[in-house]
Nanobody, 127 residues
Framework: VQLQASGGGLVQAGGSLRISCEVF??????????IGWFRQAPGKEREFVAA????????YYSDSVEGRFTISRDNAELRMYLQMNTLTHEDAAVYYC???????????????????WGQGTQVTVSS
């Protein structure tokens, strides 16, 4: 399974941005995979942002983004999206998409649970 994130860029505080992640690979079984977004700002640890259980569409969010960000997927195109609204400087980071199988909801926020990672896309928030 390979992942490719795109769509990052510069946005003003209070603005919106949508980033996407394309999933590649014939081994991707949509009935088994969780797909998530993580982010990492300079000098900080990688942190969970949002995830979804691909087949069911069940979504999970960190407290810091719930209500502002929306994770979704296009089942036909094998793409995942993160719609980010009301962005703040605290949201500026490199955003990574990741994929995992065999995890439970209780561990979905742990980066170590995800086996496959995309290359990251930079989100910058200006004043």
């Amino acid at each position: 399974v390979q992942l490719q994130a795109s769509g990052g860029g510069l946005v003003q505080a209070g603005g919106s941005l949508r980033i996407s992640c394309e999933v590649f690979g014939r081994t991707f079984n949509r009935y088994r995979y969780f797909i998530g977004w993580f982010r990492q700002a300079p000098g900080k640890e990688r942190e969970f942002v949002a995830a979804l259980k691909w087949h069911e569409g069940t979504t999970y969010y960190s407290d810091s983004v719930e209500g502002r960000f929306t994770i979704s997927r296009d089942n036909a195109e094998l793409r995942m999206y993160l719609q980010m609204n009301t962005l703040t400087h605290e949201d500026a980071a490199v955003y990574y998409c990741a994929a995992a199988t065999g995890i439970v909801a209780g561990t979905i926020r742990r980066p170590s649970e995800y086996k496959y990672w995309g290359q990251g896309t930079q989100v910058t928030v200006s004043s």
